[in-house]
């Protein structure tokens, strides 16, 4: 049987407030997730050839270390009563873990969608948030979303970005773990003192997706992990100053994780940047997007 092949969603976090810390030790958020015009694809083929009967992967360029989330999806869905094949997986990752682009639950999507499509069940497969909270979104389709909760739950379903941009999605060669980036954001702040409310963080977002909508200069987007990051690498001083100096409407780092962007009014501005950024020997990979 020839593979079924399935397009697999990034995504980057164009602002990201971390909110209050929850009883769950879990952190709110109000953050404004884009999904990116490029995917990582995933091949996948029944097959009965093993009697062992079990699923099998294979990774191609980035390496991803430990247990994959594709199991975790298969194994909820047979739990839930899903008639699942053994599977053979074939994974071609663009990006790689910690880079913030939340590549690994946009292969769980995936998997995920393929496998509520093929064998629909009437309870449902219940909530893909339980492998990650970004997974709805890269679910939906949407191409933009304001999100809180831990980056389930929509906050405001009104904000739009129609205009085209050029967009420049830099990897560096170290990375940041998401759990690492939290308790190092812990250290520094109290939670209990001039802690950001949720709708003062959806105004803020939604006044700088505006201003990006209509091609005026925003600089650099708030996220609460940048200061953290920017502090650990300052080697980021040397692309925001690319960003400026080549006219990029915004720029920022692009989640909890280690990658940066920019987008741009111009192709010929983002290829510029890409170009130049090439002699960064921090830069592992450049991506350059329309």
Request: hydrophobic residues 40%.
């Amino acid at each position: 049987m020839p593979g079924i092949i399935l397009t697999s969603p990034v995504k980057i976090n164009l602002t990201l407030r971390i909110l209050e810390r929850r009883q769950d030790g879990f952190h709110n958020l109000c953050s404004s997730f884009f999904r990116l015009p490029i995917y990582e694809t995933l091949t996948i083929s029944p097959f009965f050839g093993d009697i062992s009967g079990k699923d099998k992967l294979a990774i191609h360029g980035e390496k991803v270390e430990g247990k994959n989330i594709l199991f975790d999806v298969l194994s909820i869905a047979r739990k839930r009563g899903a008639q699942v094949p053994p599977l053979e997986m074939e994974l071609t990752k663009l990006f790689p873990p910690g880079s913030g682009t939340g590549a690994g639950s946009g292969n769980a999507a995936a998997l995920w969608k393929w496998i509520e499509n093929t064998w629909p069940l009437k309870t449902g497969y219940g909530d893909p948030a339980v492998l990650g909270s970004d997974i709805p979104f890269l679910l939906s389709g949407e191409r933009l979303s304001i999100r809180g909760g831990k980056g389930e739950v929509v906050l405001d379903k009104g904000v739009s970005l129609t205009r085209k941009f050029a967009i420049i999605v830099l990897i560096p060669n170290f990375e940041s773990d998401t759990s690492g980036a939290y308790a190092l954001l812990d250290k520094k702040r109290d939670f209990d003192f001039e802690r950001k409310k949720v709708e003062e963080s959806v105004s803020e977002a939604k006044e700088l997706l505006n201003s990006i909508e209509n091609g005026r200069l925003v600089g650099f987007l708030p996220n609460d992990f940048a200061q953290i990051l920017i502090e650990e690498h300052p080697e980021y001083g040397q692309v925001f100053k690319e960003f400026e100096r080549y006219g990029a409407i915004c720029w920022g780092i692009t989640g909890s994780g280690s990658g940066c962007f920019a987008f741009f009014d111009k192709i010929a501005a983002a290829c510029s940047v890409a170009r130049n950024a090439r002699d960064f020997c921090w830069a592992r990979k450049i991506f350059v997007l329309e």
